[in-house]
């Protein structure tokens, strides 16, 4: 089956702590993003990657990092320095080019105790 | 920056009603879509407009772009359970890479 898988699905960890969440996807997208979902927010752009080897900073990029090594992973490090990591994140895929859908995975609740 | 602004945020109708969501972007916009997240769930795409007052309708679901290509709205009729959920809007502004979503509305029904 094609599509975006994110794993673990809920993830703890303590305050200090980077965190690495994983995405991965077999639909020979080149574009893949990551956002960040609060209660009853919107969907908040942290990064995106257009292509391999590249991607750029989206609205709240700071305490985040990203590598796009491989076309079918963009994974993401929740850093100390993100102040307030608790949240739901959810990782998109997407052809090139600005008339294609974004797919999006299961998403990770992480929890920073 | 871009900002797409969504209203209402919460909408609670009885089963039956008609429901209508509605999508504001400080500038004008390529194209929007349209995402519906279940409780607990990921957003899926629903749908996407791209020509200025486009039409478009899916069974019960009335999908606009004003003709200004600043706004947007949803609207469902006779609303069932299986609607329940947060609708977003996202828009894409000329020339921009990236889809700003709106805050969303979630729409719970009563049975």
């Known amino acids: 089956d094609g599509g975006i898988t994110q794993s673990p699905k809920y993830l703890f960890r303590k305050e200090g702590q980077n965190v690495t969440l994983s995405c991965e996807q077999n639909?020979?997208?080149?574009?893949m993003y990551w956002y960040r979902q609060d209660p009853g927010q919107g969907l908040r752009l942290i990064y995106y990657?257009?292509?391999?080897?590249?991607?750029q900073k989206g609205d709240i990029a700071e305490g985040y990092s990203v590598s796009r090594e491989k076309k079918e992973s963009f994974p993401l490090t929740v850093t100390s320095a993100q102040k307030n990591p608790t949240a739901f994140y959810l990782c998109?895929?997407?052809?090139?080019?600005?008339?294609?859908?974004?797919?999006f995975g299961p998403g990770t609740r992480l929890t920073v105790l | 920056g871009q900002q797409v602004m969504q209203i209402p945020q919460y909408q609670h109708v009885q089963e039956g009603e008609d429901f209508t969501t509605y999508c504001n972007s400080s500038?004008?916009?390529?194209?929007i879509q349209w995402y519906k997240q279940r409780p607990g769930g990921h957003p899926v795409f629903l749908i996407q407009l791209v020509k200025s007052g486009e039409v478009k309708k899916q069974k019960r679901l009335t999908f606009q772009f004003g003709e200004a290509k600043k706004n947007s709205s949803l609207h469902i009729t006779a609303t069932q359970t299986t609607d329940v959920g947060t609708y977003f809007c996202a828009g894409r502004g000329g020339g921009a890479q990236k889809l700003v979503f709106g805050q969303g509305t979630r729409l719970t029904i009563n049975p």
């Open positions: 639909l020979n997208h080149d574009a």
């Open positions: 500038t004008t916009l390529s194209n």
């Open positions: 990657s257009q292509i391999v080897n590249d991607f």
């Open positions: 998109a895929s997407s052809g090139q080019g600005g008339l294609n859908e974004q797919f």
